[in-house]
């Protein structure tokens, strides 16, 4: 099975910060990874697909990248409603595996 | 805007069964694959089953196979997940979730129906 390391497990930042959440794939999986947003009680929205592509109605200061196996999401200029949790999944190799998730707290 | 609505989830004994359904509204489901995705209370998410959009092709993961069965109805526009053989370590909101292919990512999600495997 593939393994999807993503860190920080949590991280504090203000709001207007430029913050960035990493994901490592213990193998290749090319470009198919995904970013997803979570708010408490709600159910997971994506943000990204195929490491880089921008989900329509999501706000740009939300981007994906990759080098390798490792894929970034970055979220610039955090506002407000960016508090959440965010996780990646890897959609190359059955079982798909999503990271542990990292909480994004105000500071 | 496409709605996805889970239901089935109950509270269930160790060893017993459970059948969850996803009513899919406002798109073409034939057309897409389907996943299943649970969140045990206060973890992370763990993808669970997948299907094509013929049905043809089923996917699982290594911890529900042999216990879980996914299906759809595309006549009724409609996605279903037998689970038999239940485990406390079940216990977890299982959300359902629209593809584009059945090794895409998941675009859209229901809000999810909570099972719990409990004595």
């Known amino acids: 099975d593939i393994q999807m390391t993503q860190s920080p497990s949590s991280l504090s930042a203000y709001v207007g910060d430029r913050v960035t959440i990493t994901c490592r794939a213990s193998q290749s999986i090319s470009r198919s990874l995904s970013w997803y947003q979570q708010k408490p009680g709600k159910a997971p929205e994506l943000l990204i697909y195929s490491a880089s592509s921008l989900q329509s109605g999501v706000p740009s200061r939300f981007s994906g990248s990759a080098s390798g196996t490792d894929f970034t999401l970055t979220i610039n200029s955090l506002q407000p409603e960016d508090f959440a949790t965010y996780s990646c999944?890897?959609?190359?190799?059955?079982?798909?595996?999503f990271g542990q998730g990292t909480k994004l707290q105000i500071k | 805007e496409v709605q996805l609505l889970e239901s089935g989830g109950a509270l269930v004994q160790p060893g017993g069964s459970l059948r969850l359904s996803c009513a899919a509204s406002?798109?073409?489901?034939?057309?897409?694959?389907m996943s299943w995705v649970r969140q045990a209370p206060g973890k992370g998410l763990e993808w669970v089953s997948a299907?094509?959009?013929?049905?043809?092709?089923?996917y699982y993961a290594d911890s529900v196979t042999g216990r879980f069965t996914i299906s759809r109805d595309n006549s009724r526009d409609t996605l279903f997940l037998e689970m038999n053989s239940l485990r406390a370590e079940d216990t977890a909101l299982y959300y359902c979730a629209k593809m584009v292919t059945a090794t895409s990512h998941l675009d859209h999600w229901g809000q999810g129906t909570l099972v719990t495997v409990s004595s």
């Open positions: 999944l890897q959609s190359y190799s059955i079982p798909y595996t």
């Open positions: 299907i094509s959009s013929s049905g043809d092709s089923t």
């Open positions: 406002d798109f073409a489901f034939n057309n897409y694959a």
